[in-house]
Nanobody
Framework: QVPLVESGGGLVQPGGSLRLSCPVS????????MAWYRRAPGKERELVAG???????NYPGSLKDRFTISRDGAKNMIYLQMNDVKPEDTAVYFC??????????????WGQGTQVTVSS
């Protein structure tokens, strides 16, 4: 399995915004649910947002108010729009497929992720 390649991370001030991107083959995009995950320093990797093949979204906790996952079938891309970011959002962010909730595990290989650092 070739891991997905995430991009769009960087240093952002609290309250700012970022959009993460993840190119996905059309075959995977049509066949599988997709999700974004993150791993903060010293913590386990956790689900950030999931989206099913029919566009149903899933967000844990309060992230729904600030994060938006989307999929673009024409561009074969998965996005994570992050608004009003907070220092606790600092983490490495990953995309993967085969799962869109915390009740399952993704089936793709993990890529290197993209680092998001929220700091003033």
């Amino acid at each position: 399995q070739v891991p997905l390649v995430e991009s769009g991370g960087g240093l952002v001030q609290p309250g700012g915004s970022l959009r993460l991107s993840c190119p996905v083959s059309g075959r995977l995009l049509r066949a599988y649910d997709m999700a974004w995950y993150r791993r903060a320093p010293g913590k386990e990797r956790e689900l950030v947002a999931g989206i099913t093949t029919v566009g149903r979204t899933n967000y844990p906790g309060s992230l729904k108010d600030r994060f938006t996952i989307s999929r673009d079938g024409a561009k074969n891309m998965i996005y994570l729009q992050m608004n009003d970011v907070k220092p606790e959002d600092t983490a490495v962010y990953f995309c993967n497929y085969g799962c869109s909730s915390s009740q399952c595990r993704p089936i793709g290989s993990w890529g290197q992720g993209t680092q998001v650092t929220v700091s003033s």
